[in-house]
């Protein structure tokens, strides 16, 4: 089993949820998804956003990189024109749906309005029409999306990676291995699947 | 062509230095080295010194994420007791001998005083046994490596680096091609031994 933590305004993000669920058919791996919100985690580390925000120079770089991994990987891309976007609702909707046989294709679709159709993802509508596409009841799952139980499941899940020592995302857990960034997933994957020694 | 830039001080460093001339002469690609000093440019981006020591939970990390590539790469490790370490005098000795045979096997030992023996790489007695290992008058090349003209290239190679949009280390150059971190090593000699398309 591996945890796979991530935030959908996150690009690396979006190329391990591109990715993960094709990687771990074929480890023969379950992915357990855990969404959570990278705005608090940056801020207690005292970035006011993305760290990528920080430097001109970075960020320059970060969307050429990520050019080339989408052409490696065979992703489609687009440099986000709101850059690191507001991914509450869509993290609500993963953590009602996070058992479901949808959940990695309600996670692609998200990703990709994101990160190759460069629209926004944190408005009713759009998760709607994506919740749709896939034959699921939308104004239900909406609902129970927007409870106060479930905005305060989110809360209590950031706090959980904050209390896991994550710092950035994708980050994967492997029991108390962790991995960080999509450079990793590989790794982990390899990790999961290691045979035990006795 | 590929032009490496590199710290001595630096962990990831330290692994593109012992991998790279090796991945060179497999791929039939020329290294430069750039020696340069990455305290500058982490000063001019509003860090005191490496970001990794700003927060606890990612230089606990980093350390466990090295000691997993390390044991990938075949290559002993040791988490530094000091770090980052000083690493001037090895990044002058480098600028000189930049474009001589014993360049990279200087290099691997002074990363591996650093990042496995757990020493520090800066003492001119330190960086003298090395070169005297090495066969080359180390009293002369010392002298040559602390006169102004060498110490004024030393800043001159750090200035560049930061013009060039450098913000960390290792950093590959193919062209204007920018590769960032010891996990683009590969992507940037595959990059230097691209078909040119016609």
Request: aromatic letters at 12%; hydrophobic letters at 45%; proline letters at 6%.
């Amino acid at each position: 089993m591996i945890e796979f933590w991530f935030d959908f305004g996150s690009n690396y993000s979006y190329l391990s949820v591109m990715r993960i669920e094709a990687l771990a058919r074929r480890h023969g791996v379950t992915v357990t998804w855990r969404p959570f919100l990278l705005g608090p985690i940056f801020r207690s580390l005292g970035w006011e956003s993305s760290p990528f925000l920080a430097q001109a120079q970075k960020l320059r770089y970060v969307w050429r990189d990520m050019a080339r991994r989408c052409d490696a990987y065979d992703l489609p891309w687009t440099v986000p024109t709101t850059f690191p976007r507001r991914s509450i609702l869509p993290a609500r909707v993963t953590l009602l749906g996070a058992g479901e046989p949808w959940i990695g294709e309600f996670c692609r679709q998200v990703m990709q309005i994101n990160f190759a159709a460069d629209r926004d993802i944190d408005g009713a509508d759009t998760i709607a029409r994506v919740l749709d596409r896939l034959g699921l009841p939308a104004n239900d799952l909406l609902e129970r999306a927007l409870s106060p139980a479930n905005k305060e499941a989110l809360h209590a899940q950031t706090a959980r990676a904050a209390s896991l020592g994550i710092f950035g995302a994708p980050t994967f857990f492997v029991g108390d291995e962790m991995f960080w960034g999509d450079d990793r997933l590989d790794d982990a994957m390899a990790f999961a699947t290691r045979p035990i020694s006795s």
